[in-house]
């Protein structure tokens, strides 16, 4: 059974920090999830380390990843 990872990332928006669950199920994938501050949509790219260890990018509508 996968474990949701707790991380904390910054809006691209309105700069907020914001603690988000991630899932390990969406390793090497991306989606998109308002900003629970302003509600803007934020884009999150889910990357998995070769050790299993997550790390999430995230971008405004108007970045370019």
């Known amino acids: ?9 910054g809006c ?3 700069g907020e920090s914001v603690e988000v669950l991630i899932n ?3 390793a090497q994938q991306s989606y998109i999830e ?3 501050v302003c509600c803007k949509p ?3 790219v889910v990357t998995e380390a070769n050790n299993g260890d997550l790390s999430v990018a ?3 509508e108007n970045d370019t990843y």
């Open 1 to 9: 059974m996968n474990e949701l990872t707790e991380t904390m990332i």
């Open 12 to 14: 691209p928006y309105c």
């Open 24 to 26: 390990p199920e969406d």
């Open 34 to 36: 308002d900003c629970q």
């Open 42 to 44: 934020i884009t999150f």
């Open 58 to 60: 995230v971008y405004s």
